[in-house]
Structure formats: C-alpha cells, structure tokens
C-alpha cells in the first residue's frame, strides 16, 4: 500500500532527476550528430569525422594518458602513505590529518594553480626569481608549464581524497597478519608482496582508479598551466573547439566529449566494483577492535615533518602567496621594496569592477537558491531511495548517483544543447539548472544516510492518526533531519561557489561568476587582483565548510 501511495512522487522523481542527469547526455548525443547548436534534427556525420582526423587528436590523447596516470599515481602513492603515518604510527600532531580532507573545500582549484603560477612560472615566478638570484642561475630551476606541473598541481588536488579513501582500509588492516609472517621467517619484502599488498589492493585499485576519473575531468589546472605551456588534454581540447574563433563548434565538442564520458562512466563502474570487491578482504571484525600502533621512535618528528610538507604545500604555500600578491601592484620576490610598494589598490579594483559585482551577486544567487532547490529536491530522492524500497526507487538511486561519472566541461556541453531551445538559454537559471543536475549527488548522499537513521515507526504513527505524506515529512521527518539538512545545503552551496568547468561553457555576458573571472583576470596575468577576489572567495567558501562541520556534531549525537 505504501508502495503504491508514494507512486505519483517516485515517478515524478523519475522523470525529474532523470531530466537532469540522462537529459544533458542524450542530448550530447544527439548533437553530436547534428549541424549546429540551432539545427538539432538535421543529423550528419561530418562532425566525427572533423573531430577524428584532427591531427592535434593523438597527441592530445597522449598528453591525457600521461597527464591522469602521473597525477593517479603521484596522488595514490602519497595519500596511501599519510594514511598509513597517521592510522597506523605514532606520528605526532595527527589530529592535523582531520583538516586534510576538506582543504579542497576552502581553496578552489583555480585559486591553488594561480598561486603556484606566480611561485614556479619560469619567466618571472617568484621562488624561480629568488633561486636565480641566489645561485646566479641563467635558467629558471622550475618550469610550471609543464606535463610535471600539471601532474604536480593536480596529484596535490586530489591528495586529500586519496587519502581520504585509504584510511579505513589502513583502520580496518590488523597487523597481526603481518607480524605472524615475519615470525615465521618471512622477510619484510615478502611479508609486503604475499600479505600486505593482496589485503591493500582493492583499496589501492579503487583509489588509482577515482584518482583517474578526477584528473580526466580536471580543467583548472589543465587550462591554466597547460593551454599556455600548450600542452592539451581532451577537456581543454572540447574548451579550445567552442571557446576559440568566431564559431564555436559545439557538434564538434559533443563529438569529442563522448569519448571523455564514455570512460569516465566506464571508470566509475570499476570503482564501484573494486569498492564491493573489498568486503571479500575484510580482516578486522568486533566492535573492540584497535588497529596496531607502530612506534616510530627517533623517526616520529622527521616522519611528521615529512607529512607537514604536503600540508604546507596544499595550504600554507597558496594561502601566504595569494595574500601577499593581493597588495602588490606585480609580481615580486620578498624585499624591503616589495613591501614598500604594498597598497590596496587590487582590491579595491576588484571591489568597483561592475562585471566582478555582478559575478559575485550571481555566485551568491546561485549558492544561496540554488543549494536550496537543489537540497529541497534531495530530500525527496533521498525518502524515495531509504523508505519507499522498491526497483523504482533503486532506479532513481542510480539516476541520482550517475552524474558522480561526468566531467564538468563535456556535461556542461551537454547542458548547452539541453537548453538551447528553451527559455533557460544563456540565462542565470540554465546556470542554475545545470548546477542542481551536476551537483544532486552531493545533496542526495549525506540526505540519504541522514534519512537511515530515522526509525519508519514514527512517520507511521503520524500515518495512523490521519496525517498527509506532505505534513508528515513537514512535522516529524524534516525537524530530525534538520542538522544533516542545513549541513548538505552549506556544503552543496559551497560546491556552487566554487564551481568552473561547468561554468565556463554555460556562463554568457549578464551570467558571469566568480570562478570564470578569476581564470579571466589570470589569463590576463593580473595575479595581484586574482588573489584579491581569489581571497574573498576563499573566505566565503572557509566559513560555509566551517559551519558545515560544526553542524555535523548535532548529526553524530543524534546516531548514537
């Protein structure tokens, strides 16, 4: 019965999330096969054609392969490391690890590449500059334009979440099986390759192959260090297509992101795969259990210090750089004439520019609505998926969960021929539209753990006494839920604020935001108004992921 009730909102749910997610695609397919963003019916094959024996292709292909399987690699090695200091040693100060995680939410990615451009540029960087003069070199040591740059810059993006995803396998791997190895005789390379690794390998495979899937979407770095240093991967090549000339040929770019979207869909499935695939590894069971502590002895501060560097590089480094840029009128190393030359003048710029106004007016708007609609419509997926419990509802679950697989830049194309031919059309609200599409995992994840830990007997006790659907989830669910509400909203507007690759496509004069004008005002090398704006974004991003996580303390009461 209760099934059969909630039928009108699991088919609109279908029908809605199912726009969002699956609407943009089939769209993208169609244009792929279309003339024009204004002829869609008119179907051909000469944009696979144009777009296939481009010559530019392979090499662009090339440069991707090398560019996801560096940055995977440095950012899985790296973060299985931390993981393993922090959870399985006696390294001091790990409580400094809790912050790791979330730093991505503070600093967006924009922000973090146009700091290190203005340390490692090889024409006038600073720490380059400072280097030269020290050892009276003719060459700049460091080259951030570079194929080792961008593995650099983004291997450092994703270190929080690779470390993020090793550290329960590092909680849940008892080093008793180790220990039973080397009293046996085993050497510690063989106790590594016959017991540590097959237990570890899951997780490792999981994390390379989520590494993979974040650098095959990653378009900040690769637009700001490798367009200029031009070294092309496939988004930057789609960017190139619609954003280069007089006509951007957006057939073109559906024709080439298909291929983006087909692996990352395909990676996905993977990952999800390695992630069940881990159970069958599982050598920990009871509640009582207390992973082994290695002592490091003399080892502990330099092991730390090690560990510190990465923090250093991830916050520490950008956040000092871009504070000092913002009051300098250009680029220059520490001295007593650089900070006799400081002022205000960047931001003050920055904070009269109408265009910069209007970005930020637009950021807030879509922050603050459009995390609401967003939140709003994840409530109710989330109810459908936790309570309703039927093929219905676990259809919607993977409709609501498809859109972790796409790249922002080829969904953004996507959107594009989605809304070319409605009202929303290079307007705020398409903006908004295609946020809420891109971004609903985000909403729908925390809701639907927050919705499991709400017993169905007290939405049936309001059942019985003659309460509406409607006034049952206003009056009992919603206020248990409240924390982990406002909690995901925070974080989804956070994610709003901060978002690019999306952006970048759909935004048009009249819908800028801020992201897409600080990668203007970079690419015009106006660093010191960059980490200006670049600063107040932060500032907005670091309170909002603040509240969030001070929000979460009511959460974690309420599961116990």
Request: glycine share 6%; charged share 10%.
């Amino acid at each position: 019965m209760a099934k059969r009730r909630n039928f009108p909102l699991t088919a609109l749910l279908i029908i809605l999330v199912g726009a969002l997610t699956v609407g943009p695609v089939l769209m993208l397919i169609i244009g792929s096969f279309s003339e024009g963003i204004g002829t869609v019916g008119k179907f051909t094959l000469e944009k696979y054609k144009s777009a296939y024996s481009d010559p530019t292709l392979m090499k662009t292909l090339s440069n991707t392969l090398i560019f996801t399987l560096g940055t995977a690699s440095f950012s899985t090695i790296l973060g299985a490391l931390l993981a393993y200091l922090n959870v399985r040693t006696n390294m001091p100060f790990k409580g400094l690890f809790r912050i790791l995680p979330i730093v991505p939410m503070m600093i967006p990615h924009v922000l973090f590449t146009a700091a290190w451009i203005t340390l490692l540029n090889p024409t006038n960087g600073m720490f380059n500059v400072f280097l030269q003069n020290l050892f009276g070199l003719a060459k700049a040591p460091f080259n951030i334009y570079s194929l080792g740059g961008m593995v650099f810059l983004e291997g450092m993006l994703d270190l929080p979440v690779t470390y993020l995803v090793m550290s329960p396998a590092m909680h849940s791997f008892d080093t008793m099986l180790e220990e039973a190895s080397r009293v046996s005789g085993a050497s510690n390379a063989h106790t590594l390759r016959k017991i540590t690794l097959p237990i570890l390998k899951p997780s490792l495979l999981a994390t390379f192959t989520l590494a993979i899937i974040r650098s095959l979407a990653a378009f900040a770095v690769p637009s700001m260090v490798g367009m200029p240093g031009r070294i092309h991967v496939l988004t930057t090549h789609v960017y190139r297509i619609i954003s280069v000339g007089w006509s951007p040929d957006y057939g073109k770019a559906a024709a080439i992101g298909l291929i983006v979207l087909a692996a990352a869909i395909t990676l996905v499935y993977f990952y999800r795969h390695l992630i069940s695939e881990g159970s069958q590894y599982v050598t920990v069971t009871g509640k009582g259990y207390r992973p082994t502590i290695i002592e490091l002895g003399r080892a502990r501060y330099p092991v730390f210090a090690f560990s510190g560097l990465f923090f250093a590089f991830l916050v520490i480094i950008p956040l000092a750089t871009l504070v000092y840029m913002s009051f300098l009128p250009y680029s220059m190393v520490p001295s007593a004439r650089a900070f006799s030359m400081m002022n205000l003048r960047n931001w003050k710029t920055v904070l009269s520019n109408l265009i910069i106004l209007r970005a930020f007016k637009n950021s807030a708007f879509l922050a603050v609505f459009g995390a609401t609609i967003t939140i709003l419509l994840s409530i109710f997926v989330a109810y459908v998926i936790v309570k309703i419990k039927s093929k219905s509802s676990a259809f919607i679950e993977s409709l609501s969960f498809l859109s972790f697989s796409f790249p922002g830049m080829i969904i953004g194309v996507g959107f594009m021929w989605f809304l070319v031919r409605t009202p929303l059309y290079a307007t705020i609200w398409g903006l908004l539209v295609a946020y809420a599409g891109t971004y609903l995992p985000y909403g729908v994840r925390p809701l639907r753990s927050a919705f499991m830990q709400i017993d169905e007997e007290l939405e049936e006790s309001a059942r019985v006494f003659g309460a509406s659907f409607l006034r049952a989830l206003r009056d009992i669910v919603i206020p248990l839920l409240a924390p982990g509400v406002i909690s995901a909203w925070i974080l989804t507007a956070c994610m709003f604020i901060r978002e690019l690759s999306v952006s970048v496509v759909l935004s048009r004069p009249g819908t800028e935001v801020l992201t897409v004008e600080i990668m203007k005002l970079a690419n015009d090398g106006l660093w010191g108004q960059v980490a200006a704006l670049g600063l107040i974004m932060i500032a907005l991003s670091t309170s909002l992921v603040i509240a969030a996580n001070l929000l979460r303390v009511p959460l974690s009461h309420a599961e116990s």
